[in-house]
């Protein structure tokens, strides 16, 4: 049977987003894949849509899948009205994902809803293995960021144990994804040392990915494949979001953009956050 690597996007609100991953995946992304939007915008006044669901909700949302025929899965969530908790919230999403993937095996790669790709992604490296993820950490457990990462779901093995959800009130989500992980190695690197590597972290089935985090880096960090794109670095430098120097923004593997905070900004400061997305179209 004839595979093609599935992108898939957990979309919440704002349709921008989706016209933005589709293009810089067409830009960027140079082998055939399928391009896949889990819709879980709400069709009623919700935080996650700044209180409009014309604008930025579920219809909104199926409306830019329809112009760019992408192909898009309107995610269960009328039980959200009672349970509003972002956490609870985003690990039912992941069950459902994670259900996808189990019943549809094949190659993935997540990319959370506000992350697109700035130069090449080389996406054979990452073929090279079973998985490639951000790992965090939490007090005794090491766990895989739901947020970005590409999986080969004909390589996998303890497919039972593999799981996104969060543990609990308490925890992050992907916190379940610890167990799995432990069926493969009983030690893990240090996410810190992670991030200060030269280039990540790897092991025969694993890749764990080095990113430049939220208000931790400066100018001189910049990944040279992007220091020749002008109006990447002007949007960083002048983001408002900046603090002390340091940028907002986040670079994964040098060429995986995270404009960060596409649901809580806009609840916070609506007109910052449009002001940001208008600049980002223009990229």
């Not at 931790?216 to 494949?225: A, G, I, K, R, V």
């Not at 940028?247 to 806009?266: A, K, M, P, Q, S």
Request: one cysteine or more; charged letters at 25%.
């Amino acid at each position: 049977m004839f595979y093609v690597m599935k992108v898939i996007s957990i979309i919440t609100n704002n349709p921008i987003f989706v016209e933005l991953q589709y293009k810089s995946l067409k830009k960027y992304l140079h082998i055939d894949y399928e391009y896949i939007v889990f819709n879980d915008g709400k069709y009623w006044p919700d935080s996650t849509n700044f209180g409009n669901p014309i604008e930025n909700g579920k219809i909104a949302i199926e409306n830019k899948c329809k112009e760019f025929d992408i192909k898009y899965y309107n995610l269960p969530n009328e039980h959200h009205k009672i349970y509003d908790e972002p956490s609870v919230r985003h690990s039912d999403s992941l069950k459902l994902l994670v259900s996808y993937m189990k019943g549809n095996i094949d190659e993935y790669l997540i990319l959370d809803g506000d992350m697109f790709l700035i130069d090449d992604l080389n996406i054979e490296k990452y073929r090279e293995k079973m998985c490639v993820c951000v790992l965090q950490e939490r007090p005794n457990i090491k766990y895989i960021w739901p947020n970005l990462f590409y999986i080969n779901m004909n390589k996998i093995k303890y497919i039972d144990d593999f799981n996104l959800h969060s543990l609990g009130i308490n925890y992050d989500t992907g916190s379940s994804s610890y167990k799995w992980l432990q069926k493969y190695y009983s030690s893990y690197p240090n996410v810190r040392d992670i991030i200060y590597s030269n280039r990540g972290y790897e092991n025969d089935d694993f890749y764990f990915i080095k990113h430049l985090w939220s208000c931790s880096w400066s100018e001189d960090e910049f990944p040279e494949n992007l220091k020749t794109k002008e109006s990447i670095i002007k949007y960083i430098k002048e983001d408002e979001r900046n603090e002390n120097g340091k940028y907002f923004v986040e670079i994964y593997d040098n060429c995986i953009f995270h404009y960060r905070g596409g649901t809580w900004l806009g609840l916070n400061n609506i007109e910052l956050h449009k002001k940001l997305l208008n600049k980002l179209k223009l990229i």
